[in-house]
């Protein structure tokens, strides 16, 4: 009986944490490329001031870390505050370049990329790409 018990915690602990992994990505896509780059955006669960970045067709996972978040706008009567968030590519070599969102609440507004040399690309939701366990990329 305590073999049952003790199995049935660790399914518990493992499909809470996967299923808490789950709520923390978002899908977007280029806006404005004539080639669309697609991406998935996590933050881990257990930490949110790390997480990761896979490009669709990418060979691997991008780490990430949350630089700065700063509150652009307080609003009145208990709505969330707006909030601007950087987070910056953790890569071997420092070419990584810097993520940049507004947020208010969990609406995510002017998710950009800003490359080192000052490039920017502007992304936008793809809802239609988001599955349960990710980010879903039909080819088209």
């Keep these: 009986m305590n073999k049952l018990i003790g199995v049935l915690v660790i399914v518990f602990f493992a499909a809470s944490y996967a299923v808490a992994d789950q709520d923390n990505f978002r899908c977007y896509k280029s806006v404005g490329l004539k080639n669309t780059l697609r991406i998935q955006f996590v933050i881990q669960s257990d930490n949110d001031d790390v997480g990761y ?3 669709e067709g990418g060979s691997a996972r991008i780490p990430i870390k949350r630089l700065k978040e700063k509150e ?3 609003l009145p009567g208990g709505r969330p505050s707006v909030f601007e968030t950087q987070w910056r590519e953790i890569t071997s070599d420092g ?3 810097t993520y ?3 947020s208010q609440g ?3 507004d002017n998710f950009r990329y800003i490359r080192n040399d000052g490039k920017t690309f502007r992304f936008a939701a793809d809802l239609d790409a988001s599955a349960d366990n990710g980010c879903t990329w039909a080819t088209k």
């Design 95 to 97: 070419t990584g370049g």
């Design 106 to 108: 969990a609406i995510v």
């Design 53 to 55: 970045v896979i490009y």
């Design 72 to 74: 652009l706008k307080r």
């Design 100 to 102: 940049v969102y507004v």
